[in-house]
Nanobody, 125 residues
Framework: QVQLVESGGGLVQAGGSLRLSCAAS????????YAWFRQAPGKQRDFVAF???????YYGDSVKGRFTISRANVESTVYLQLNSLKPEDTAVYYC???????????????????WGQGTQVTVSS
């Protein structure tokens, strides 16, 4: 069982930055892949970023060049640095995890076994 707790959300003006954290309670953090998704009111949950066990990172088109995902295995924590924020980035941001191995499509939310409760990011114009 993996428990995920997100933090770091808040209200920020357009052009500003935030750093989200996802603290994982797990005995096998280094063998788990992590992702961030976001969901705006009335919309589906969308892929934001993914990081694999080797540190390889992949991003959704709308955040590429602005957001950076990273992981600190010693801390069992995944980070998402959000820069150059836009009002359309406003959403609840969720951290997700799945154990390493097998074939899967990392942009699909259904591929992940564990989810956090989410943290709200609001960007004002």
């Amino acid at each position: 069982q993996v428990q995920l707790v997100e933090s770091g959300g808040g209200l920020v003006q357009a052009g500003g930055s935030l750093r989200l954290s996802c603290a994982a309670s797990t005995h096998s953090f280094s063998n788990e892949n992590y992702a961030w998704f976001r969901q705006a009111p009335g919309k589906q949950r969308d892929f934001v970023a993914f990081i694999n066990v080797g540190g390889g990172a992949y991003y959704g088109d709308s955040v590429k060049g602005r957001f950076t995902i990273s992981r600190a295995n010693v801390e069992s924590t995944v980070y998402l640095q959000l820069n150059s924020l836009k009002p359309e980035d406003t959403a609840v941001y969720y951290c997700a995890a799945r154990r390493n191995g097998g074939f899967y499509d990392y942009v699909r939310s259904g591929e992940y076994e564990y989810w956090g409760q989410g943290t709200q990011v609001t960007v004002s114009s």
